[in-house]
């Protein structure tokens, strides 16, 4: 009866503006969706309000000058962004790490890991509508590993730590102290999250089965990442091919079942515990004491002419580096492959026929950093 | 006429306008303080400190921000319809300090006890949704109109749930005046025979107050603020003295309906001061468990919303409401009551449990199926 007598109105979908200003759209993303009531049918992404030409202006550049643009498009995980590219440039310089710049670099990644991690679990529960307690444990637990980086190299959120041949100047004498001590936090934090969100009613109802997409689909979209792995694709580059000694340290690679909005929560949650593991595992493993710059670096860096591709896995997944040189001490062509932008493309498969407040959780799920989006 | 004003004699209009304005100024008071206090808890449970800067304690911060807000600029859209804009602020405002008409804060302290005064109370602070469509229309913005039909939509059906719940207790006490109903929990508190009704009240005040978990029509992340969006300065203002005055009232109505108000049950009564004293902490408890849920639950999708009112509260304070019919008609024992609302609550519980495990039913097509993972190696290819 009802539905009869809808159907005799002509109706007609709601465009809704969501973005560049919205609390909910990470940074200045904005998509339109078309709205039927509460229903979402049509979702159109708009990038590019961050675009900052970074990999053109690299060419104009150094090869170590490079280094910040990097840091920049991936300001969440600047450490596995560098690491990206410093990798690439050794690749075509063919320099030789020494171990323990490796290991160290190794550690630095993955805690940097933890810290995007906890970032996602901080905004994604405000996403869901909890007011600002996850949000404020996630940056207790941040701001740790964040005082953990500025002694390391300087700087909170801008590194420039990695250079070309290893590191910038050695770490601090009390590192693997320091390091041991965030790790308890971190682990703690990650605890508290299990008790304030997983084991949420609510928050289960809201997130489960929300948003799922396959894994045939997540693969015909190039998605990487935890975004990827929820889906059952175990996809994860330091598993596929091993690069600094992650073939020697022993982690799982977490898979989701179903690919919806929790899954992908939750295979984020479970990588810290991974993440963690590695980090005590490369404590254990790491040199006390040894060079961290091969010992003849030349004063100008030059490149033979060549091209090569880096990939390595990022918190929000593969962050891969394509480098051509001509020759000099600049790159030819630098392209970053962003993982946020290729995750990204599946937000409309995911979010259609879904109520406008599962498109926001979807968002917040596939976890995007726009400045990677747009560089 | 006159009428007895703490041993004045007045005018009868002499006397409400008085009690009328005395009110107000109280509830202003109030509604800072409140929110005060629920910065206050909130970065307890934050791990913060909260206001501190503005006078002794950060208690003065509200004063602050109402100052502020008192300065700012009343901005209008261009495109908005200025009347219903204009006007949507007091549609909200207005109904819920009508409800103060009924509440006894002490003994001898209140402005009317209607007989019929919760009928009033709901009637008149239901009022206020009028003025969340007109917000939500009057704005011209689509986050706007969506937060108000929302708020429409909610109201409607939280109100039948709420309503039941305070039937039920109606129909026990014998009487919907609010003093009468005090007067009989001098001994036992209703929440005690009537502990179903009391957390259905509870649920649907708390979506009547468009609090966390039901906090849908205004949405921080989804819909900005829903229908105060494009409002500014004194008239954003109204909202959130509108938001407070009613939290606070509701847990007026809660801590008189079910907790037996100013009265103390272990004993004589002690005075007015320490009716006021008991009416705040009973009324605070509500307050601070409304702040506790806020901070602690995400929110509900709006279908999850709707289905729990009509399929899980309507449904149970109804049985209430039969219950406790049957009690009263047949002259059986409170311990009836008490052991019906105890597994009452149960069954809301488990039932409450239930439908949020349920498997989700998705509006538009049907969930794929998903395809089975590759092998390791062929993912990686």
Request: charged content about 20%.
């Amino acid at each position: 009866m009802v539905t009869e007598h809808a159907q005799e109105f002509e109706t007609q979908d709601l465009l809704l503006n969501v973005g560049p200003q919205h609390p909910s759209t990470h940074g200045v993303f904005r998509m339109v969706l078309s709205v039927d009531g509460e229903v979402v049918r049509d979702v159109v992404p708009y990038i590019g309000y961050l675009h900052r030409g970074a990999e053109k202006l690299c060419e104009t550049m150094d090869y170590r000058q490079g280094i910040g643009f990097m840091d920049r498009t991936e300001y969440l995980a600047a450490f596995n962004a560098e690491l990206s590219y410093v990798m690439a440039v050794e690749a075509l310089a063919e320099l030789e790490v020494p171990e323990r710049a490796q290991w160290i670099r190794m550690i630095l990644c993955e805690l940097n890991r933890l810290s995007s991690h906890f970032m996602f679990l901080g905004a994604f529960g405000i996403d869901v509508g909890v007011f600002a307690t996850p949000f404020i444990y996630a940056w207790r637990e941040r701001e740790e590993l964040i005082d953990l980086f500025e002694e390391v190299s300087g700087d909170r959120m801008m590194y420039a730590y990695f250079r070309p041949g290893g590191l910038a100047w050695d770490v601090p004498r009390n590192f693997k102290d320091r390091v041991r001590q965030v790790l308890k936090s971190a682990r703690q934090g990650v605890a508290d999250f299990n008790h304030l969100l997983t084991e949420n009613e609510i928050f289960l109802a809201r997130t489960r089965g929300v948003g799922a997409i396959s894994a045939a689909e997540a693969i015909e979209w190039g998605m990487s990442g935890p975004s990827i792995r929820a889906s059952g694709v175990p996809l994860d580059v330091r598993k596929d091919e091993p690069y600094l000694k992650y073939d020697q340290v022993d982690f799982d690679v977490i898979v989701g079942q179903n690919g919806d909005v929790y899954d992908r929560y939750y295979c984020r949650l479970m990588e810290m515990h991974e993440s963690i593991k590695i980090v005590e595992q490369c404590l254990d493993k790491m040199p006390d004491s040894g060079p961290i710059m091969p010992e003849k670096m030349p004063r100008m860096l030059r490149t033979a002419p060549g091209e090569v591709y880096i990939r390595t896995e990022a918190p929000r997944g593969e962050y891969g580096i394509y480098l051509v040189s001509k020759g000099g001490n600049r790159p030819y062509r630098l392209k970053v492959r962003s993982a946020c932008i290729s995750n990204l493309q599946a937000l409309k498969d995911m979010s259609v026929g879904q109520y406008v407040a599962d498109a926001i959780i979807v968002l917040g799920s596939i976890d995007i950093v726009l400045s990677e989006v747009d560089r | 006429m006159t009428a007895d004003l703490f041993g004045l004699e007045l005018n009868v209009w002499a006397d409400a306008a008085i009690r009328l304005v005395l009110i107000v100024t109280l509830m202003t008071v109030v509604v800072m303080g409140l929110i005060y206090l629920e910065r206050k808890i909130i970065a307890r449970f934050n791990q913060r400190i909260g206001p501190q800067r503005t006078g002794p304690f950060g208690l003065l911060q509200s004063v602050a921000d109402a100052l502020k807000l008192v300065g700012k600029e009343d901005l209008r859209p261009r495109s908005a319809d200025a009347w219903t804009f204009e006007l949507g602020p007091y549609f909200i405002f207005i109904p819920v300090f009508l409800g103060f008409v009924i509440v006894p804060f002490v003994a001898d302290w209140h402005i009317r006890l209607l007989d019929l005064g919760l009928l009033y109370f709901i009637a008149a602070s239901s009022l206020s949704i009028i003025g969340w469509v007109m917000a939500g229309w009057g704005s011209d913005n689509r986050y706007a109109m969506i937060g108000a039909l929302r708020a429409a939509a909610q109201g409607i059906s939280y109100e039948l749930p709420l309503v039941l719940a305070l039937v039920a207790v109606g129909i026990y006490a014998g009487t919907f005046n609010l003093g009468e109903m005090i007067a009989q929990q001098d001994v036992v508190p209703f929440i005690v025979w009537q502990p179903m009704a009391a957390l259905i009240f509870f649920i649907a005040a708390l979506a009547e107050l468009n609090r966390t978990p039901f906090d849908i029509p205004v949405g921080e992340s989804e819909v900005v603020g829903g229908p105060f969006v494009e409002y500014s300065g004194i008239r954003w203002s109204m909202f959130f003295l509108a938001e407070y005055a009613a939290l606070f009232i509701m847990s007026l109505v809660f801590s008189a309906v079910f907790l037996g108000g100013f009265l103390w049950p272990f004993g004589d009564d002690l005075g007015r001061l320490f009716q006021a004293a008991l009416t705040t902490a009973k009324a605070g408890l509500f307050f601070f468990v409304v702040v506790w849920i806020r901070i602690s639950v995400p929110r509900l999708r709006i279908d999850q919303l709707m289905s729990y009112s009509w399929k899980v509260l309507l449904p149970l304070a109804l049985v209430q409401v039969l219950v406790n019919g049957l009690v009263l008609v047949n002259g059986w024992s409170e311990v009836i009551l008490l052991a019906f609302g105890l597994v009452g609550v149960a069954v809301l519980a488990t039932v409450t449990g239930r439908a949020v495990a349920a498997p989700r039913i998705r509006p538009g097509a049907a969930r794929r199926p998903l395809a089975p993972a590759p092998a390791h190696g062929e993912a990686a290819s």
